[in-house]
């Protein structure tokens, strides 16, 4: 039992030190996804060229944080006309590029790690449109879109259907400032929070696990420490697979991450485990029911090659510039610690925060929003037209500020 209290103290140690981060990161994601309609981001998307493909990279940063989601979604703008290329480019860009993940990798490891992930995300992107370029047959695409206009259902199709942007006219910040506004950021912010809870707590839990019970004898073989240049090459390439195995994804995994540091992994290494939140076993079998085996073999292939090449140019850019740390103690994970400091004020202050956004949520007609999360495919329609005229099987967020009589 003492094992087991000093694992979930470890999670909750961890889940304390990064609790406002993920309200903060959370927020300012709600507050971007409110204000850019989707039909806006397909009309981008069109193609696979250099600069279509930066601009879904940083719609996706802007973008869902849960990988089912970021996967239901690609599919759903791929159906809608957007590139497979740029459909897949925004996908990534939507669960490692994401602002949450990066502060929540610089509270946990340090800020190398999460200029590591911001650098080395788009190099993946490049990575792989190589290899989209070199090997991707459009018979494969005409199969894949083929499996995909049948809308078999994966994950999170309700959550990705849903268009919770407001929906008036006005600037950026004219929409924002309005009751809509407002009502919108409350209802993405807690649909996010909703979509990514369950991945985070199994993430946490599995990671204080980890800490506690795993030796580093273990961590030490596996990842080859005692031979320093081979533990670099080794590194990127075990680093996936560890993510692949552990089922963990999205933001879930970077505590995981933190273990593995301190576990001897090689810094490359963290950066590919992080990405392989896309090529977990459960989203491998939702690729397959998205675009079929074939398709999702190469989604699959192509994802690790280019995640194991950007943990390689991460280790070189950043050994080259001396960046990467030389000790190996991520934060809050091997010790269980709460103090008083500025990391509860802080969590303190953006409690309120997340209550305020919740009770707003509640009082807006929020509630049954969560019961479709899982939704059908179909509410998914290929020309992006629920049958009530918005963008999503609730109608669009406009629906729901009709009836809010508190916006102004």
């Known amino acids: 039992m003492g094992e087991v209290g000093r694992a979930l103290a470890l999670a909750g140690s961890m889940t304390w030190e990064i609790l406002w981060a993920l309200i903060l990161g959370f927020a300012l994601s709600a507050v971007v996804q409110a204000v850019v309609r989707r039909a806006a981001i397909v009309r981008m998307l069109g193609d696979d060229r250099p600069r279509t493909l930066a601009v879904a990279t940083g719609l996706g940063a802007m973008s869902s944080s849960c990988s089912y989601a970021a996967v239901a979604l690609a599919r759903s703008l791929f159906r809608k006309g957007a ?51 070199l090997f991707l047959r459009e018979r494969l695409v005409r199969q894949a879109r083929e499996q995909a206009e049948r809308g078999v259902a994966g994950s999170m199709e309700g959550h990705a259907a849903m268009d919770m942007s407001v ?9 924002l400032a309005s009751g809509e506004g407002f009502t919108s950021v409350s209802h993405v912010f807690v649909m996010e929070w909703a979509a990514i809870l369950r991945d985070l707590v199994i993430g946490l839990l599995i990671a204080g696990a980890v800490a506690a019970w795993v030796p580093d004898s273990f961590w030490n073989g596996l990842f080859l420490t005692g031979h320093p ?10 680093g996936p697979v560890v993510a692949v195995l ?16 301190n576990g001897g992994i090689s810094f490359g290494g963290v950066v590919a485990f992080i990405f392989a939140d896309l090529i ?16 999702a073999l190469f989604i699959t292939a192509t994802f690790y090659a280019s995640m194991v090449a950007a943990g390689y140019a991460v280790e070189l850019l950043f050994g080259a510039a001396g960046l990467i740390p030389t000790e190996r103690s991520a934060t809050a994970v091997m010790e269980p610690h709460i103090s008083w400091n500025y990391t509860t004020w802080l969590n303190l202050a953006f409690l309120a925060l997340a209550a305020l956004l919740v009770v707003r949520f509640v009082r807006t007609g929020g509630v049954p929003m969560l019961e479709m999360m899982g939704g059908s495919p ?9 049958p009530d005229g918005g963008d999503s099987p609730h109608g669009g967020h406009g629906a729901h500020e ?7």
């Open 83 to 133: 590139s497979f290329t740029a459909a897949m480019a925004f996908e990534i860009g939507s669960t490692n590029l994401v602002i949450e993940l990066g502060v929540i990798l610089a509270l946990l490891m340090g800020w190398q790690f999460t200029a590591a992930e911001f650098i080395g995300g788009p190099l993946m992107i490049v990575f792989l449109a190589v290899l989209f370029r």
């Open 167 to 175: 929906q008036r006219r006005g600037g950026f910040w004219t929409r």
């Open 229 to 238: 240049a081979l533990a670099k090459l080794w590194g990127p390439l075990i």
């Open 246 to 261: 552990s089922f963990v994804c999205s933001i879930g995994n970077v505590p995981l991450a933190a273990v593995l540091w």
């Open 280 to 295: 977990i076993v459960p989203i491998i079998n939702i690729y397959r029911k998205y675009y079929g085996l074939r398709t």
């Open 378 to 386: 179909d509410d998914d329609s290929p020309d992006g037209d629920s």
């Open 402 to 408: 009709a009836r809010d009589p508190h916006s102004s």
